[in-house]
Each structure stands twice: as structure tokens, then as C-alpha cells.
């Protein structure tokens, strides 16, 4: 990925769009400047975003915390995969509405986010295919029934914490989500440990394998167990995330190419990828960008085995979500680093800064980014070229 000194003037958050198959069919982009009087440069800024989402790549929803900056934007004609989004005040202001019916014309979606304090131009109304509505703000009932005007065009529900707040939007007509469902009480009782479920029982039994540095026989025979898992492990190893210059053909390969340690990373993000609950995709989504972020967020200071145990937390660091059991007592059947444990059990450890700034990142609040960067000693920029190379490298693996 190319250097882009635009990431030492602005700060980046990121959040999923969720549709209501519960698939994120788009990465919402939130972009501040990185001081009030800062003027940020358009088009350096879209050639930043082009690395990780180029035009023939996936979508991006780009939410941009600057008028100034999203004016220029909007002139400078985005890729047609990025979606903008636009505050209801400049949609609502004639001196828009020419940009924006040419952005429109270009093929690109346009969001109108916020309710608009006097009604759009009429010119301008047919440019946008979904209003962002917050779930603070939301007038409709469970049932979908409007409480106050009614929306001339579908809407797309900001601010989601939880898969019971994603179910109620879609009950009221959302045709997306715009949040990180990650809040919601975890329900334990009746939960079985993950050794104990038959579709992740080879995945744990290779981590334990792998972990113990068993011979290549023994960890090859295991595998064979479930055909599924090895065309999913060749399929991650194969990926261009994973770098390698030769393709791999078999488990054995694998292990003499890669390593117990790099093998048990892929292990790791399989097992963290295995739920087969809808419900569930959201937040293996975020698992496995925050095993990314946080490998990037160490590789300045952290040697391989720094970087691997970072991975592994963050892509573990919801599996108490996925498997609905306590980390005390999933971490019993599943090995990890002792800095992992720290973190994920006791929120402790040389990792814990790190997961504070993924949190922030997360929740898109410039504040927060801001203050774990401070504390954990960074720039705002490494930050964001972290941010950057762990969304691509998400791409990748998709």
C-alpha cells in the first residue's frame, strides 16, 4: 500500500452496512480532519481510499465530518463504488444542487443523513436512493408505522449497538444498518463449550495440536477429519492477504512453508469465522478486522510472535459472543499466549491499549481515537495507515 502523507491531516473510524440478510454489503468510512482549521485534499484523500477500495472493488459509504471537504469531494467526482454521504442542511441549500445532480449523473449513490429542516429542492430530491436515519431519532414504531411525515424514500438506520436494535430497524423498514451489533447481553445458559460442538471441534483440536508443535502426521490426520475446514485453511493460505509468492497444495505444505505460529493465526481466524447463525455475520466481520488491526497496530514495535499473538487477540477477542460462553471457561479448551488471556479475560496486558484504540475506531468518535493514540504513545497517522492496511487485507481475504 502506498504512503499517503493526507493520513497525518485527517482521522479515520469505520462501521459495517448491514442488509437484512444480516450480510455487510458496505464499509462506512468516517473521516475527520485532524484539527478544526485543517484543509484536507480532496482528491489525496480519495487516491488513500482507492488503495483499499478501487473502482472495481467493493463499496464504500464515505462520511465525511467536513463541509468544506465533502464539497470538494463531491466536485472531484468519486469512483462510482463509493457511496457519499450528504447532511441534510447543504442537500437542502439550491447552492448544492447542481454538484450534486452531476454526482448523481456520474452513477454514484447518495445518502441524505439527518432530517431536513425545510424541504429539498425539488430538483435534488430524485438524487438520493436512502436517508440515514439515527436510531435515537427514529419516529417509527416496531411496526413500521411513520409517526410524523412520511419518508419519500427508503432509509437506512444509523447508530445500531445491538441485534435486537438490528431487528427492530428492519421490523420498521430499514433497508440497512449502519453500527457495530456487538452490545447485547450474552446469553449463557444452555451454552455448550466449543469442544463440545460438532462443527468446531476439528478447529479447536488443530489449535491444541498445532499449539503443542505436534508432528506434521499427527496434525495432517486431524485435518482430515473435516474436508471442509482444509479447503477453507488452502483457500485462506492461497489468499493474496497471506502474501506468499508459491501456491500452497497440501496441509503438509502449509506447515513446512508457514510455521506453527503463522499456521495457528489462520486457525484461529477459521475458528472465529465457523458460526453458521445469520445473526452471527456482523460480528465475525469484526473479528476478523480486529485480529487485522491489531496485527498492523504492533508491527512498528512488535517482533512476528508480537504481531501473531495480536492477530489472535483481536480476532478472539468476540468469540465469547460467537459461542455464548465466558471467556474464563472458553479459554480452558482453547490454548492461547498469556497476553491474550490477560486481555480478553482480565482486561489487562500489553495488548489492552491496543484493543483500545480498535474500540475507538469502531465507535467512529474522533475524541476517543485521540485519546487512546495519546496513550499508547502514536500518531493519529499510524493509526490510520494501520486502519487502511487491515481493510485491505480484509478485501483480500474475501
Known amino acids: 500500500m502506498n504512503e499517503h502523507p493526507i493520513l497525518g491531516h485527517v482521522v479515520l473510524g469505520y462501521s459495517p452496512m448491514i442488509d437484512k440478510q444480516r450480510t455487510v454489503v458496505a464499509t462506512r468510512l468516517t473521516v475527520f480532519p485532524a484539527k478544526p482549521d485543517t484543509t484536507v485534499d480532496a482528491a489525496a484523500l480519495l487516491a488513500a481510499v482507492a488503495d483499499v477500495w478501487p473502482a472495481e472493488g467493493g463499496r464504500v459509504s464515505l462520511n465525511i ?9 463531491i466536485d472531484a467526482e468519486p469512483a462510482t463504488n463509493l457511496m457519499v454521504e450528504v447532511p441534510a442542511f447543504m442537500a437542502a441549500d439550491p447552492a448544492h444542487t447542481a454538484a450534486l445532480q452531476q454526482l448523481h449523473a456520474h452513477g454514484n449513490t447518495l445518502l441524505i443523513k439527518g432530517r431536513p429542516v425545510r424541504a429539498l429542492p425539488r430538483e435534488v430530491l430524485p438524487c438520493f436512493k436512502h436517508s440515514i436515519i439515527d ?3 427514529e419516529r417509527r414504531d416496531d411496526a413500521g408505522l411513520a409517526t410524523g411525515q412520511v419518508r419519500a424514500i427508503t432509509h437506512v438506520q444509523a447508530g445500531v449497538r445491538t441485534l435486537a436494535e438490528l431487528d427492530t430497524s428492519f421490523k420498521r423498514g430499514a433497508v440497512a444498518v449502519l453500527g457495530w451489533p456487538l452490545d447485547d447481553a450474552i446469553e449463557m445458559s444452555g451454552a455448550k463449550s466449543a469442544a463440545s460442538r460438532p462443527d468446531l471441534q476439528t478447529i479447536v483440536e488443530l489449535i491444541r495440536r498445532v499449539d503443542k508443535e505436534e508432528p506434521i502426521e499427527r496434525i495432517e490426520a486431524t485435518l482430515k477429519l473435516d474436508p471442509t475446514l ?15 509468492s508459491v501456491e500452497i497444495s497440501s496441509f503438509r505444505h502449509a506447515v513446512m512453508m ?9 486457525l484461529a481466524l477459521l475458528l472465529a469465522s465457523a458460526s453458521k447463525d445469520a445473526d452471527m455475520k456482523p460480528v465475525m466481520f469484526a473479528a476478523v478486522r480486529r485480529g487485522l ?8 514495535t512488535g517482533d512476528q510472535d508480537m504481531r501473531n499473538e495480536a492477530f489472535i487477540c483481536g480476532v478472539f477477542s468476540l468469540l ?11 479459554l480452558k479448551t482453547i490454548p492461547v499466549p498469556e497476553a491474550v488471556f490477560q486481555a480478553l479475560v482480565h482486561n489487562t496486558g500489553p495488548f489492552q491499549p491496543y484493543f483500545d484504540v480498535v474500540r475507538a475506531v469502531e465507535q467512529e468518535s474522533l475524541f476517543d481515537i485521540r485519546d487512546t493514540a495519546d496513550r499508547l504513545m502514536v500518531s493519529v497517522a499510524e493509526i490510520n495507515r494501520a486502519e487502511l492496511r487491515a481493510l485491505a487485507n480484509a478485501a483480500q481475504l474475501e
Request: aromatic share 10%; net charge positive.
Open 320 to 330: 465469547d459472543r460467537m459461542l455464548r460462553q465466558p471467556f474464563g471457561e472458553l
Open 65 to 73: 465530518v467536513s463541509e468544506s471537504l465533502l464539497r470538494d469531494l
Open 230 to 244: 482444509a479447503f477453507k485453511l488452502m483457500r485462506y493460505i492461497n489468499s493474496p492477504a497471506f502474501g506468499l
Open 135 to 137: 436510531v435515537d431519532e
Open 293 to 300: 488491526l491489531m496485527e498492523e497496530l504492533v508491527r512498528g
Open 258 to 266: 508457514l510455521g506453527y505460529h503463522r499456521l495457528k493465526r489462520w
